[in-house]
C-alpha cells in the first residue's frame, strides 16, 4: 500500500521560509520521480516543483529561484524548501509519486493528505 505522508507546513510571514517533507513508503522510491503540488482554494491543483530519479527538476516561473526540491533515497523521503515565501503561496501542498520524461513530469492517483502552507503579509 502506497502512503505519502507531508509534513512541515504552517504559518509563515512573508519573506519567510518553509521546509516541507514528504515520506514515502509502499513504492520504489529510487526509481520513482516525485512531485509537490499546491492547490489553493478555488483553483486547480498545480505541480511547483519534480525530480527524476538521476536529480532532474523543474519548476514553474512562479516559484522558480526561491523553491527547490531535493530528495534522499535512502530515507525515502522528498523535501520542498521555500524561501521568500509570498501570500500566493498560501495554499494546501500535496507529494506524488509519479514519473519524469522529457523533462516533463506526469503525476498518478498516488497522492499524500497534504499539508497547509499559510503565508500572511
Known amino acids: 500500500q502506497v502512503q505519502l505522508v507531508e509534513s512541515g507546513g504552517g504559518l509563515v510571514q512573508a519573506g519567510g521560509s518553509l521546509r516541507l517533507s514528504c515520506a514515502a513508503s509502499g513504492i520504489s522510491f529510487s526509481i520513482s520521480a516525485m512531485g509537490w503540488y499546491r492547490q489553493a482554494p478555488g483553483k486547480q491543483r498545480e505541480l511547483v516543483a519534480a525530480i527524476g530519479i538521476t536529480g532532474s527538476t523543474k519548476y514553474p516561473d512562479s516559484v522558480k529561484g526561491r523553491f527547490t526540491i531535493s530528495r534522499d533515497n535512502a530515507k525515502a523521503t522528498v523535501f520542498l524548501q521555500m524561501n521568500s515565501l509570498k501570500p500566493e503561496d498560501t495554499a494546501v501542498y500535496y507529494c506524488?509519486?509519479?514519473?519524469?520524461?522529457?523533462?516533463?513530469?506526469?503525476?498518478?492517483?498516488?497522492w499524500g493528505q497534504g499539508t497547509q502552507v499559510t503565508v500572511s503579509s
Open positions: 506524488n509519486a509519479g514519473s519524469y520524461v522529457s523533462g516533463n513530469y506526469y503525476s498518478t492517483n498516488r
